[in-house]
């Protein structure tokens, strides 16, 4: 098992979301097995104002999210940040 740290380890469609869900201010984003504390990371360190925080697993992202936040606006930044299709 490796830990990556930097986005140079991870291929380019490494990014990719398979699928995105929300529940109130609760976004749950899969990606492939693996990448997902890279994701949230860059979630993380993204600045936005409507991410809360996140909590990641193997291939699994949990977003926070600002009540009230469009799910529009939560897929225009995810798309922003580079995260795609979903």
Known sequence: YRIRKNEEDFPKNSYDIISIEFSLNICVLKIKSGYANITALKIDESG???FLGTIAGDDTVLIIIKEKTPQQDVKLQLKQLGL???
């Open 48 to 50: 936005s104002n409507i």
């Open 84 to 86: 795609r299709p979903f």
